[in-house]
């Protein structure tokens, strides 16, 4: 539990919007892994397993609830340590840290990167999110959803276009590394599988 619930509430928060209720669907995912896990066969790695799982609650609590709560999405959830950490590049000012005119930019840049994500149907997002920011291969995503791999596939191409639509929208370039409006050379924004 205390491996992967970090990860299994990150992806509650993103299907539910909603902070008490992502925590309620862990928990009760988590009391099913316990209740199922001498049934776990291990066809799968114990992660992708737990996803479903959790997964499966969070959609069923989603089809119960339909109050239509939403929490808006903080870019504080990931903490300054690890964006740094996870980009690793832009100007350093005294201290090792980022410069402001640098750090605004990434701000700006995550915030419209959100709301762009966020646009997307539910299931092309949730496929896009499983690929690009937890990193399952096609095959796990596809087990995970409980779709072919071909519609994974599928799903992915279509996020990625349309993101990439709604970010031209929203006057954020193609190789852009920088706030709304920012140019940059082309680049492929398809990403690489």
Partial sequence: ???????????????????????????????????SLRRFEGRSSFYTWLYR?????CLDNKRKDKSGRHVEWEEERL????????????????????????????SELRAVMIRAIDQLPDDARETLV?????????????ETLGIP?????SRLHYARKKLQQILLEEGVA???????????PASNTGGAS
């Fill in 1 to 35: 539990m205390e491996r992967y619930q970090g990860r299994a509430y990150a992806l509650a928060l993103r299907i539910l919007r909603d902070e008490e209720q992502a925590r309620d669907a862990v928990q009760d995912a988590f009391i099913k892994v316990y209740g």
């Fill in 53 to 57: 799982l959790v997964y499966n609650q």
């Fill in 79 to 106: 903490g300054e340590d690890h964006v740094l950490e996870e980009t690793g590049t832009g100007a350093v000012g005294a201290g090792g840290l980022p410069s402001p005119g640098v750090e605004l930019e990434r």
């Fill in 130 to 142: 499983l690929r690009e920011v937890d990193g399952l291969p096609y095959a796990e995503i596809a």
């Fill in 149 to 153: 791999k071909g519609t994974v596939m």
């Fill in 174 to 184: 193609p190789g852009s590394s920088g706030s709304p409006g920012a140019t940059g």
